[in-house]
């Protein structure tokens, strides 16, 4: 991760749990101090440590983005002129990398030129003082800039919390295992495929892991049933997608979530729940997960049925398409990854919830 954070690469380890450093640090946070001014990292270090921050220093760029993996911290100040990487590339760097892009930069300078405030906002920087500052000035700016990193960490945390009442569900039952990270990889497989960005990548990603979470609230029995469901157990088993959307809350990072957790069981003829939507008005996203569902149901062992074949799956889907269900658009270019080998799970993409398929499926 290190090395791939100093070339500029995107790390494809995992963005670092919320909250996990609150045990470990002052309340107040981490700074990462970045200079290679020894007297302004000794005035910014007593600055900082007086409102109660934990203060790490580096020197220069790679020292920095060494720092930056380890320690985590909940800000950078970070100096332009520095040896080998100056400011505005590690700036980049870090607003490019998932796993540190929400972390506040505040670039603090002597370089005060017009062209220089531009290229660090261009940079991403939260924020700019110039060289001499006024260290009220900046401790206040840290504190607000470290508060919203806080709220940022919070909501962060109510969708980890989320995600881990998702493998819950997963959980109770063997036959699952491994569901939801599959549906998670051919999502994002069959939405790169079809062209849209990484926002819907993204969601695509967490509505493989969220898609059925609603079904913590149905009980063991009906989720096991060996045999066909009476129609009034199915019309229980059909509320774990209402029940799953009102989970997902108002959290904005699930906000084209929400649409996948409640659709994904539309048909766009209308002969799908809950609200029996039809053509443009099944969301895009909800008609991805709707087949990959699918096709991981008909290839995995279920409790009334063994593993069926690939091919015996796209024919089904074929038909679905044939008879106005599905989008024969998607349904095509599903069978054509799963024929060009791209559908393939390695063991290490089925039992880990946390690698961020959007980024580093091919």
Not at 306 to 312: I, R, W
Request: proline share 4%; aromatic share 4%.
């Amino acid at each position: 991760m290190k090395s791939e954070l100093l070339r500029g690469q995107t790390p494809a380890s995992v963005v670092p749990k919320p909250g996990t450093l609150l045990g470990s640090l002052p309340l107040a946070g981490s700074v990462l101090v970045v200079d290679d001014d020894q007297q302004s990292l000794r005035l910014l270090t007593r600055l900082l440590e007086r409102d109660g921050f934990h203060v790490h220093t580096a020197t220069d760029g790679e020292a920095a983005l060494a720092s930056l993996v380890r320690l985590a911290p909940d800000l950078i100040l970070l100096d332009v002129g520095l040896p080998g990487l100056n400011g505005f590339e590690i700036c980049r760097r870090v607003k490019s990398s998932p796993a540190t892009r929400l972390t506040p930069v505040v670039i603090v300078t002597g370089h005060n030129a017009h062209e220089h405030r531009l290229e660090g906002i261009n940079s991403g920087a939260d924020d700019f003082l110039g060289k001499p500052f006024d260290g009220e000035e900046l401790r206040a700016r840290v504190r607000s800039l470290i508060r919203l990193k806080r709220h940022t960490d919070d909501l962060e945390s109510a969708e980890a919390v989320i995600l881990s009442l998702a493998l819950t569900v997963e959980a109770r039952d063997a036959y699952t295992e491994g569901h939801c990270a599959r549906l998670a990889k051919y999502a994002v497989t069959l939405g790169r495929a079809v062209g849209l960005g990484e926002e819907d990548l993204a969601a695509l990603y967490r509505g493989g892991y969220l898609h059925d979470l609603g079904k913590i609230a149905i009980p063991d029995a009906l989720l096991h049933k060996p045999t066909s469901l009476t129609s009034a157990e199915f019309e229980l088993m059909k509320r774990h997608t209402i029940v799953g959307e009102h989970l997902c809350g108002n959290l904005r990072s699930l906000r084209k979530v929400r649409p996948i957790v409640r659709c994904h069981h539309e048909k766009l003829d209308g002969s799908g729940y809950p609200d029996g939507l039809s053509g443009r008005d099944v969301p895009l996203l909800a008609q991805i997960v709707s087949i990959v569902d699918a096709y991981d149901a008909i290839t995995t062992t279920r409790p009334y049925r063994v593993a069926l074949s690939t091919e015996h799956a796209f024919g089904e889907l074929r038909r679905d398409a044939a008879a106005g269900a599905r989008s024969a658009e998607l349904v095509e270019a599903f069978v054509a990854l799963g024929r060009e080998g791209q559908l393939e799970i390695t063991a290490e993409v089925s039992s880990s919830a946390n690698a961020p398929a959007w980024e580093e499926s091919s």
